[in-house]
């Protein structure tokens, strides 16, 4: 890693009240613009952790990593399920327009710049470049 990164580990239960960690892991984003968007973004991939990789089971964690660079935030979350597999990952919204799911991929992918999986499919890379703010 480059001097200037700094990079931290969050660890948070698998639960839904989820509005004071995203404010912690969004402590470096000085713009309320940016930081709004973004707070939307990771406030989908936790839950999503939570709901479909954790199966809401309160004892079992989320993992984070907040990585800054000189020019990006990047934000690695980190469940204990077994992984979304490669064709459920689209970032499309759902044909029903009235459905109750579905929006949640389409909505991160807007909030960053850059959204990746790992090779198991339980832990989400979010990055959003720095200049962008």
């Not at 990585?67 to 979304?84: H, K, R, S």
């Not at 499309?92 to 929006?103: C, E, F, T, V, Y």
Request: include cysteine; charge should be positive.
């Amino acid at each position: 890693m480059e001097p200037s990164t700094k990079w931290a580990v969050f660890i948070h239960p698998s639960t839904l009240r989820l509005s004071s960690f995203v404010k912690i892991l969004l402590e470096p984003v000085i713009c309320s613009e940016t930081s709004n968007r973004l707070e939307l973004g990771l406030h989908e991939a936790l839950v999503n952790a939570v709901r479909h990789g954790n199966l809401s089971q309160p004892n079992k964690f989320i993992r984070v990593r907040r990585i800054l660079t000189p020019n990006w935030f990047v934000w690695q979350i980190q469940d204990e399920g077994n992984g979304v597999i490669p064709f459920k990952r689209k970032n499309s919204l759902p044909l029903k327009i009235d459905s109750d799911n579905g929006r949640g991929l389409y909505i991160i992918h807007k909030c960053f710049d850059d959204v990746r999986w790992s090779r198991k499919g339980n832990r989400l890379q979010l990055s959003f470049k720095r200049n962008s703010t």
